[in-house]
């Protein structure tokens, strides 16, 4: 089969070669076809291509949007939890610049989880009308907001510099953190998604959600508030361990919480799974009823 | 030669209660409260026949490559239902149909098009959708902008476009797609003449190429002239599959409730209470000849047998429907404050004069009897009777040139001589 590698052969050319049959689908418990999201791995590219052109072609400020958000988040965090409550800052940093490196992984997480929350239904004309896998959709607005993270960095970068400060060279994992956030976001908001074609009103219930799940999580406080014997229950919260994790990345002089992120990445493949069998569970019906 | 597209006993069954789930998250968790064992038990039962429609039953037709198949039917048929189970947006709940080749379908035309980009952008992320890679968009590319007449706005957004070619556009990109089968709903009804006109062009050149097509249309014209055989859709299941010529004759006649004489069976569907009973419709031109395809132009006249069990204060409507089942225009006995017919026991003969103010077109008559006063149903019988217009004026030429002419019902207007006039005035000036 090495005809299926070259990359000019397009979905339609494969279907053409092979046919295909159309049937009532039934069966299998949980069937993720990765091949046809692989044939159709462009229109992926051009999903995401679109969002990110439309975005920043309406939007007055484009990407400075993202170092605008977290830097005013950051200077009301600071009045509030820092001068007022009297929260302290781990790892020897001004709290500024610890709570600066907690909320961009969260800001990238609820911009990502309301996009692919309301992604099937914004796009109820394409779903309607035609046919690809549907996955891509979620999954391209999962990826979407990776730019505005990547142009937040902006602003650590600046702090760095206001601070006089250099991030620890094991920044360079920061990855490892990205991705679970982007699972969770995944994971949950393929629930949601699905969710949203039957109810609508799933969208305040993300809006209102993120509001409580931002102080569950340690962004505004360091982790090392909480007592040991209730890790492993924050740790559940996979925004502790992106967060935690993310901040330990950047900031971090010590060791690494290891069965914090275990315990997080853990839930977040776990919801990213489950989110994956519900969603193609209901797929099949969303032209009918969205 | 091999069937291209081969559909067995397909059908599409949607469960009613669907429809009339609780949209809110709200109102399913408070239905779910009050009633906890009741919900789950009703949301894993085996629904109730009474709750299942069947939108598709039991379909089955094969496409060799290279025919051109019309589908014909009312709305509700089934028609874009068997469209968009083979395009694959939804799924069957029986039978099967196996697609030899790609397939496409201008059901699509426009999707995923987005406002603020360019029409280049547009083009590319359109061509995406529909399954095309970006080298074979780019190859394309200039074909598709020339075909639509937009090359002088390639980096224009398209929300700046008009109507006409934004959808030009859309339907270029989904035209040089080439699938083996092509599936074509009503495209035709939208867009100017000219578009309409190289549409059809387009799709000649596409069959001509041994492509194979599926055309859905309420324009018997178009269908005529582009499918040499069609199938007949009538409440979810296949009436008629063969010549386009017969197919077309039993679509019109379907369900038209008068015999040849005129005379309306008593167990026809019919609404209404049953006071007063439609027994007999004739449609006569101005010679008082029966007619069955009027001209353009000619008065009509429909006399109405009526029998009434009771003396009753009537409402008589008259309805013209076209094929589709839209009501075109209806006219009252009462329309110009002439008052009800009072209607006696036993047999009453009621006759209509039409004005000559019908389109070119297959059209049909629903008749109703309600009362006057109530303003209940006494009798009400859809498509008793179907006529034609035809296109042709006191010669015997075709009144309008293009074999068809949108729109139903001819509109009385006076136009005014041309007169020179001057560009930088505003109308009204001018004229005052």
Known sequence: ?290 | MAAVLQVEGLGKQYRIHHLERPQTLRASLQRFLRTPVARIHDAFRAPREDELIWALRDVSFELERGQVLGIVGRNGAGKSTLLKILSRITDPTEGYAEVRGTLSSLLEVGTGFHPELTGRDNVYLNGAILGMRRAEVTKKFASIVEFAGVEAFVDTPVKRYSSGMYMRLAFAVAAHLEPDILLVDEVLAVGDLEFQRRCLGKMREVTGEGRTVVFVSHNMAAIRSLCPRAILLDRGRLRADGPVEDVISAYLTTDVKADRSGAVPADVPRLGVGDVRVRHVELYGPDEEPLAHARLGQPLTVVIGLESKRRVLALLEVGISSLDGTRATTAFNTDDGQPAHMLEPGYTRVTVQLEPFLLPGHYALDLGVHHAGIGGVLDFVERIRDFEVLNLDDEGRDKYPLGRVRGYVRSPARWSEPEPADWDRPAVEARG
Not at chain 1, 29 to 44: P, T
Not at chain 1, 104 to 118: E, Q
Not at chain 1, 248 to 265: C, K, M, N, Q, T
Not at chain 1, 277 to 289: C, K, L, P, Q, S
């Open chain 1, 1 to 290: 089969m090495s005809t299926t590698l070259d990359t000019q052969v397009s979905p339609a050319e494969e279907s053409r070669r092979l046919g295909y049959r159309i049937e009532p689908r039934r069966g299998r418990f949980f069937d993720l076809d990765l091949r046809e999201l692989w044939d159709y791995r462009e229109l992926l590219y051009f999903l995401t291509w679109r969002d990110l052109k439309v975005r920043y072609q309406q939007t007055l400020l484009g990407l400075s949007w993202a170092v605008i958000q977290p830097l005013v988040t950051m200077f009301v965090f600071t009045i509030i939890f820092n001068r007022v409550g009297n929260i302290q800052p781990e790892y020897h940093v001004p709290y500024p610049l610890f709570v600066t490196a907690g909320l961009l992984p969260w800001f990238y997480f609820t911009g990502a989880l309301s996009k692919v929350a309301g992604s099937i239904v914004s796009n109820s004309g394409l779903v309607s009308k035609i046919y690809f896998p549907r996955l891509l959709i979620p999954i391209a607005n999962a990826v979407v907001p990776v730019v505005d993270f990547l142009a937040s960095f902006l602003l650590l970068v600046g702090m760095f510099l206001w601070y006089g400060r250099t991030p620890h060279w094991h920044a360079v994992v920061f990855p490892f953190f990205l991705g679970m956030a982007l699972f969770t976001a995944l994971g949950v908001g393929l629930w949601l998604a699905a969710l949203n074609v039957r109810y609508r009103d799933v969208g305040y219930l993300v809006t209102f959600a993120t509001q409580i799940w931002l102080f569950l999580t340690p962004i505004a406080y360091g982790s090392s508030i909480v007592p040991q014997r209730f890790k492993w229950l924050v740790s559940i919260n996979p925004l502790t361990g992106v967060c935690d994790g993310f901040r330990w990345s950047v900031l971090g002089r010590g060791e690494p919480h290891y069965s914090v992120y275990g315990i997080s990445w853990g839930v977040a493949i776990l919801l990213t799974l489950t989110g994956l069998w519900y969603f193609r569970r209901t797929e099949r019906e969303f032209a009918d009823i969205i």
